[in-house]
């Protein structure tokens, strides 16, 4: 059983369009995150929730738009692409904010 | 910036040979973890090491946290070409999410 799995892997997409990728985690974990990696390999957090509350928004642009519908579920919902959104991202999640993290496969988002 | 540093950039070793990555923080930690990140994959946690532990051990892997100096080194001993990946060490401070330093590309060569 995938802990945590997202999808889709792959996302290829124009400028301009709207897009969504979902996550989800089966380890009864109350905290989840997105992270975004750059291509340079850099982790950079983007989104963390607590039982399905926001907790943390880095600065992040506002066509980012995270959505929990329940604590097992957090998608991440992008309006209005832009070529520097591309990007792997990933979602993770922990059964508390200081104990380990358990991550996605990631989802590669390419805008064209 | 309040990411941690890691060095070597990049390392490059023959199978057996051991493999030690470094990384520094600024602020202070509850905890600093590693994980590895397989080409294309997402990333696995290795070992959380707590603020007021010094060492600790799995398997092949051995962390030391100095507080201190606000450093932290993994070693790899015996190395195999299985552990080629990107090395991250994380740190946890109060309420924050991990922030992760910039990575250790690793390559052992059979």
């Known amino acids: 059983d995938t802990a945590v799995s997202q999808t889709p892997k792959y996302l290829v997409t124009q400028m301009g369009n709207d897009k969504s990728i979902k996550c989800e985690q089966n380890l009864g974990h109350d905290t989840m995150y997105w992270y975004k990696q750059d291509s340079k390999k850099f982790l950079k957090i983007m989104f963390s929730?607590?039982?399905?509350?926001?907790?943390i928004n880095e600065t992040v642009p506002n066509r980012f738009s995270p959505k929990s519908p329940d604590k097992a579920h957090l998608n991440l919902h992008i309006n209005s692409l832009e070529l520097g959104d591309s990007a792997v991202y990933f979602c993770?999640?922990?059964?508390?904010?200081?104990?380990?993290?358990?991550f996605g496969q990631g989802t590669r988002l390419t805008v064209v | 910036s309040q990411q941690g540093e890691e060095d070597p950039q990049a390392l490059s070793i023959q199978e057996g040979e051991n493999a030690t990555m470094n990384c520094s923080y600024k602020t202070s930690i509850n905890n600093l973890q590693w994980y590895r990140q397989n080409s294309g994959r997402g990333l696995v946690h290795l070992i959380l090491i707590r603020s007021n532990e010094r060492e600790k051990h799995s398997g092949r892997l051995r962390v030391t946290l100095d507080t201190s100096k606000k450093s932290s080194s993994l070693l790899i001993t015996a190395s195999r070409a299985a552990d080629t990946a990107s090395y991250f060490c994380a740190r946890n401070s109060g309420n924050t999410p991990l922030v992760f330093g910039k990575g250790t590309r690793l390559s052992v060569i059979a």
């Open positions: 929730y607590n039982n399905k509350e926001l907790i």
């Open positions: 993770a999640s922990s059964q508390a904010r200081e104990t380990e993290a358990f």
